[in-house]
């Protein structure tokens, strides 16, 4: 039996690279003064974050049930069965609509709500491959991956509290008193939704500090025996800061470390520039 991983762009996944992993990918729609745009086809990183700048209305939405049911059918033509990894359901409605969606198609499609998003998705998309290829059918695949839910952690630096303030995540007062003080928020995301962790004071305390905190996080499982994967992510708008971020980690852990762009999911809230990393426990099998 033939089984398809199909996820969505808060994976840190495009089209291109979905193609190389044989995997398929939706786009996140991305809705800025009215006009809707997907996120790594119509709409670049660059392009969005200057609209941000410039004070653009910006939301974001979940992909309509007629894209992902006409996605749905276009693999299922080509494939047994499909597990579908969408954004968590803690940060969006994505996956709910989509289990209501798969109750028509008979059990061939299976919609996994692992509760992730970032670096920490692209390792569900992993660790799902990696079940593909041992032969677990897919009801099992989902099944482990829920099982593995929180088996993960982000943590996430914000240069500028002028996004989460206009989204409500905190007061105008606060944000001037944080911009005066130069404190920087350290948020965390543990399963479901964006929380804040820690202030720091500056960003170079709160990179240093987002680094200690995920340390603690990697020895955890390494004490357990398990195998991590660590990656950074960040809203740069330069790639030689995303590239400095990217060291910074490397120089602090001794796996293998990637780069991918936050989704645009995330900047909404958190504005260009911000800083984070994220370590899952790897599926053994």
């Known amino acids: ?50 609209r941000l700048e410039e004070g653009a209305s910006v939301h974001t939405s ?39 969606l798969a109750g028509e198609y008979g059990g061939r499609v299976q ?46 630096g914000v240069e500028t509290l002028k996004y989460l303030k206009n989204g409500g995540r905190v007061t105008p007062a606060a944000a001037a008193v944080a911009t005066i003080l130069n404190i920087k928020p350290l948020l ?9 962790f820690a202030t720091v004071r500056g960003t170079m305390n709160c ?6 905190e995920m340390r603690k996080v ?10 991590i994967r660590v990656g950074a992510a960040g809203s740069f708008v330069n790639p030689e800061d995303a590239e400095a971020w990217k060291k910074q980690v ?3 852990f001794p796996e293998e470390v990637r780069y991918d762009p936050l989704s645009l999911v995330v900047c909404v809230h958190t504005g260009p520039d911000s800083f984070g990393m994220g370590i899952s426990a790897c599926w053994e099998g």
């Open 1 to 50: 039996m033939s089984t398809a991983i199909l996820t969505d762009t808060n994976s840190g996944i495009y089209a291109e690279e979905a193609a190389k992993l044989g995997i398929f990918v939706i786009p996140t729609p991305i809705i800025i003064d009215g006009k809707t745009y997907f996120e790594g086809e119509t709409i670049s990183h660059g392009d969005f974050f200057q």
């Open 111 to 156: 919609v996994a709500d692992n509760h992730r998003i970032s670096v920490t998705m692209r390792q569900s998309v992993e660790d799902a491959r990696a079940m593909v290829s041992r032969g677990l059918s897919a009801p099992e695949i989902r099944a482990e991956l829920e099982r593995m839910a929180f088996d993960s952690t982000i943590f996430l």
């Open 62 to 100: 979940q992909p309509s049930p007629e894209s992902v049911m006409k996605m749905w059918d276009q693999i299922l033509a080509d494939y047994d069965d499909l597990v579908y990894i969408p954004l968590s359901s803690g940060l969006s409605g994505s996956a709910q609509t989509a289990r209501l």
């Open 250 to 252: 490397e120089d602090a």
């Open 218 to 227: 990697a020895d955890a499982y390494r004490k357990s025996g398990r195998r």
């Open 207 to 212: 990179r240093k500090r987002e680094i200690e």
């Open 188 to 196: 965390i995301i543990k399963g479901e939704k964006l929380d804040q």
